[in-house]
């Protein structure tokens, strides 16, 4: 896929999903929509290869979607 859209709290763990989705499609832009708002998860995410990371309620979700698809990732 183009883009993924996972969360911190999957089944298994959101690194966990964001490291099977880079290991199978380097391609891929990872996203993490979450309401979990740590360093800490965000520093772990980032390691395991997510290119974004937006809290729910708290980021402009919509408009940081539309601009990391158009661009790539973070900017």
């Not at 969360?7 to 380097?26: E, N």
């Not at 832009?29 to 390691?47: G, K, P, W, Y």
């Amino acid at each position: 896929p183009d883009v993924a859209l996972v969360d911190v709290m999957m089944p298994g763990g959101g690194a966990h999903a964001v490291r099977g989705i880079r290991r199978v499609s380097d391609r891929t832009l990872v996203i993490v929509l979450t309401a979990i708002d740590t360093s800490a998860a965000r520093a772990v995410l980032r390691e395991a290869g997510a290119h974004l990371y937006l809290v729910k309620g708290v980021d402009d979700v919509i408009g940081e979607l539309l601009e990391a698809m158009r661009t790539g990732g973070f900017g």
